[in-house]
C-alpha cells in the first residue's frame, strides 16, 4: 500500500461548482498535511497547510483533516476557470524533513 | 523578479554526460531541496540542505550529487546521465512545511 493515495482524475466541473478533492494515507505518524497547485509547465504553490485534525479555511478554499479515517479533503467554493490546474497533497511526520506528497489530481472547471 | 529561479529551464543531453542544474534564491531561507517530479510517480526528494555545511540525502539521491555554494545557491549535478534520469527537476526553499518551488528544470537525457 503506498503510503498517499490521491486519485488522479481528471476531474472536470462547470464554473460555479464545489470541488472536492480527497488523499487518503497509511502511515498515522504524519501530522503535518498540505496542499499544492501546479498549473501546467509551473512550479507547485503552497495554497494551505495544516497541523493535526481539523479545519482549515482561507477564502474559497477549505482544508479537512480526519486523522482517525487518514483522509484529507481541500474543497473549492465557486470555483473559476482560474481553479484549473493539478492539485497537489503532501502530508509530513513531525520533525521529519521528507514530505510525502500524492501523485496529483488534475482539474479543469469550464466556463 | 523571481524568488527562486532555475537554470537552464530546459536541457537535452547524451546519455554518460555530466550536467548541473542551478537554483538561486531571494527569499533568505536557509533550507533548499532538490525534488523530480515524474508522471505517474509524483515529486520525490533528492538532497536537501539546512545551511551550507549541512547537505542531506532525501529518497533517491542515487546518481545525483549536490553542493551548496552559498546561502542562497544550491546546485544538483548528474555525473553521468543516464536515461531515467529523465524528468522534471525542482528545486524549492523555506521550511518543511512551507516550501516555495522555482520553475522547474525539464531534463531529457538521451
Known amino acids: 500500500q503506498k503510503e498517499v493515495e490521491q486519485d488522479p482524475g481528471p476531474l472536470s466541473v462547470p464554473e460555479g461548482a464545489i470541488v472536492s478533492l480527497n488523499c487518503t494515507y497509511s502511515?498515522?505518524?504524519?501530522?503535518?498535511f498540505m496542499w499544492y497547485r501546479q498549473y501546467s509547465r509551473k512550479g507547485p504553490e503552497l495554497l494551505m497547510y495544516?497541523?493535526?485534525?481539523g479545519n482549515k479555511e482561507d477564502g474559497r478554499f477549505t482544508a479537512q483533516v480526519d486523522k482517525s479515517s487518514k483522509y484529507i479533503s481541500l474543497f473549492i467554493r465557486d470555483s473559476q476557470p482560474s481553479d484549473s490546474a493539478t492539485y497537489l497533497c503532501?502530508?509530513?511526520?513531525?520533525?521529519?524533513?521528507?514530505?510525502?506528497f500524492g501523485k496529483g489530481t488534475k482539474l479543469t472547471v469550464n466556463p | 523578479d523571481a524568488d527562486v529561479t532555475q537554470t537552464p529551464r530546459n536541457r537535452i543531453t547524451k546519455t554518460g554526460k555530466r550536467i548541473m542544474l542551478e537554483c538561486s534564491q531571494t527569499k533568505g531561507h536557509d533550507r533548499m531541496y532538490w525534488y523530480r517530479q515524474d508522471p505517474g510517480l509524483g515529486l520525490r526528494l533528492i538532497y536537501y540542505s539546512f545551511d551550507v555545511k549541512d547537505i542531506n540525502k532525501g529518497e533517491i539521491s542515487d546518481g545525483y550529487s549536490v553542493s551548496r555554494q552559498a546561502q542562497a545557491k544550491f546546485s544538483l549535478s548528474l555525473e553521468s546521465a543516464i536515461p531515467n534520469q529523465t524528468a522534471l527537476y525542482f528545486c524549492?526553499?523555506?521550511?518543511?512545511?512551507?516550501?516555495?518551488f522555482g520553475p522547474g528544470t525539464r531534463l531529457t537525457v538521451t
Open positions: 524549492a526553499v523555506g521550511q518543511l512545511y512551507e516550501q516555495y
Open positions: 502511515n498515522s505518524a504524519f501530522q503535518y
Open positions: 503532501a502530508m509530513s511526520e513531525g520533525g521529519s524533513e521528507k514530505l510525502v
Open positions: 495544516t497541523y493535526s485534525s
